[in-house]
């Protein structure tokens, strides 16, 4: 048995208005400088104008970006028939529903069958062979 949540705090009220594009340029300016978002810029202003002794947020902790490596390199014709398999899957499925909606039993069960004869030659192509080639040896 889990342990009882702690209440939700209350939503924070919303409050939306409009401004021109140059009070906005404005606002975006002045919040990216602190860095912080921009409900978080007028809060700050809002305080500060009513003498309160309000500091300015410290902008939130942003994690990292990893370094993206390059995506590992692939066959082309391999990419094509996986997007080619892709392809007949989508055909399949759209069947499937179509067949579904119009209730033709006949046309779901020839529908079920491909999804077996896809299903079996998946199955064929994610064995690992038992052949090992021979390694390439330079002249």
């Known amino acids: ?3 009882p949540r702690a209440p939700k705090a209350p939503a924070m009220p919303r409050r939306a208005f409009r401004m021109s594009l140059d009070d906005f340029a404005l606002l975006d300016k002045f919040s990216e400088a602190a860095g912080i978002s921009d409900a978080a810029y007028l ?3 809002l305080r500060r104008e009513a003498g309160s002794p309000a500091a300015l947020p410290a902008p ?3 994690k990292r970006a990893l370094a993206a490596s390059p995506p ?3 066959d082309p ?3 094509l028939q996986i997007a080619r398999i892709g392809n007949l899957l989508n055909q399949v499925a759209r069947s499937a529903n179509e067949c579904r909606r119009n209730g033709s039993a006949l046309d779901m069960v020839q ?3 491909v999804l077996l004869i896809i299903q079996h030659e998946s199955e064929s192509l994610a064995r690992p062979s038992l052949e090992i080639p021979p390694k390439e040896t330079a002249p």
Do not use: I, N, Q
């Open 1 to 3: 048995m889990s342990a």
């Open 43 to 45: 809060r700050w202003l």
């Open 60 to 62: 939130p902790k942003r």
């Open 72 to 74: 590992p390199a692939a």
């Open 77 to 79: 014709a391999l990419l």
């Open 111 to 113: 529908v079920l069958a």
